[in-house]
């Protein structure tokens, strides 16, 4: 896999809350990734981007909510979310 493709499969993480909290009680980060990565290819561009072993990954695919625009209704964009369990040595500083 090429870093291009790397860069592409993660979009951004998921710094929230809830995040920010199972990070440092559970060590697990959401990440938004692309929606056609599968598992494989989370745990191979996580683990390269940011040079941790991950010990295992979880994903859900979210859909979009209705909103109203103007006279019509419309949707936000579908996501994927990855939530991906690190070894317990590991940390991620971005949480």
């Known amino acids: 896999m ?3 493709e790397i860069y ?5 993480p998921l710094v929230t809350e809830k995040g ?5 009680a559970r ?3 959401p990440f938004e990734v692309h929606p056609n990565a599968n598992k494989a290819q989370i745990k191979q561009a996580i683990e390269k981007i ?7 990954v979880r994903t859900a695919n979210r859909k ?9 209704w419309g949707a936000t964009r579908h996501w994927k979310r ?12 971005l949480f």
């Not at 920010?20 to 440092?24: E, G, H, L, Y």
């Not at 940011?50 to 295992?56: G, H, R, S």
């Not at 070894?87 to 991620?92: K, S, V, W």
Request: hydrophobic letters at 35%.
């Open 27 to 29: 060590n697990t980060y």
């Open 50 to 56: 940011y040079n941790v072993k991950v010990k295992t």
């Open 2 to 4: 090429r870093n291009e």
């Open 20 to 24: 920010t909290f199972q990070a440092q």
């Open 64 to 72: 979009g909510k209705p909103r109203r625009h103007g006279m019509g």
């Open 8 to 12: 592409n499969i993660v979009v951004r």
């Open 82 to 93: 990855a939530v991906v369990v690190l070894d317990a040595e590991y940390r991620i500083d």
